[in-house]
């Protein structure tokens, strides 16, 4: 079946330091995939997508590239802020038959200033 | 406008009951999935419902089973609770059926415990 696989956590960066969260995907057919971030206190709500092969989905500086070649979807950010701090989960929907939301496990960011 | 709202916020049943939790849309959206979040978890798609009928179901029991009403709005019920169904219930919104190309829009979630 589909599944995702997220960097395990916890995730501990100094403020200004490059972000990279390593999100791996098995999936029928062609899924769309999704980073979702759920900040403190606060529902999930959907951080950026990209829906084929090449597409690059970005949001508030954060970026991620769907690689097929290497079933990939990282979630990177150049310089990140204390407010980035949050629970970031990878997640895909395949777009063949019985279509679900997939999330992997999610990955607890802090940024210490 | 208000987002999406679920009650109880909190819940606390004994093994063998039952539970009904609730879900309202955004204003406008006709999609509601459910999903469940054990501590420490990704969510894990429970059900879809689009505009009354079932549209997708995930890899659980049936003792879950849910409903979507007239004006959109949904239940969740579970029956015979077990230890396992401890979790966060989440419900999310969306304007049209699709899960790949809607934005799913999410509740606080209920917390549900089992003593």
């Known amino acids: 079946g589909d599944s995702v696989t997220q960097m395990e956590g916890p995730v501990t960066l100094s403020e200004e330091a490059f972000l990279t969260i390593n999100c791996t995907y098995t999936?029928?057919?062609?899924?769309?995939l999704f980073w979702y971030v759920q900040y403190p206190g606060e529902g999930l709500q959907l951080l950026l997508k990209?829906?084929?092969?090449?597409d690059k989905g970005s949001n508030k500086g954060f970026e991620a590239t769907y690689r097929k070649e290497t079933t990939s979807f990282h979630l990177e950010k150049g310089s990140v802020q204390v407010s980035d701090s949050a629970v970031y989960f990878c997640?895909?929907?395949?777009?063949?038959?019985?279509?679900?939301?997939?999330f992997g496990t999610g990955t607890r960011l802090t940024i210490i200033p | 406008d208000a987002g999406v709202t679920q009650s109880p916020t909190h819940l606390i049943k004994t093994r063998g009951q039952q539970v009904t939790l609730r879900c309202s849309p955004i204003?406008?959206?006709?999609?509601v999935s459910w999903y469940q979040q054990v501590l420490g978890q990704g969510p894990q798609f429970i059900f879809q419902?689009?505009?009354?009928?079932?549209?997708g179901r995930g890899n659980f029991p049936d003792r879950f089973s849910a409903r979507q009403f007239p004006n959109y709005s949904s239940e969740l019920n579970v029956n015979a609770l077990l230890l396992g169904d401890s979790a966060l219930y989440l419900c999310?919104?969306?304007?049209?059926?699709?899960?790949?190309?809607?934005?799913?829009?999410f509740g606080d979630g209920t917390r549900l415990s089992i003593l």
């Open positions: 204003s406008g959206h006709k999609s």
């Open positions: 999310a919104s969306s304007l049209g059926p699709t899960l790949s190309n809607q934005p799913q829009h």
């Open positions: 999936a029928t057919g062609y899924p769309s």
């Open positions: 997640a895909l929907v395949t777009n063949f038959g019985n279509e679900k939301l997939t």
């Open positions: 419902y689009y505009e009354k009928e079932e549209r």
């Open positions: 990209a829906t084929k092969a090449d």
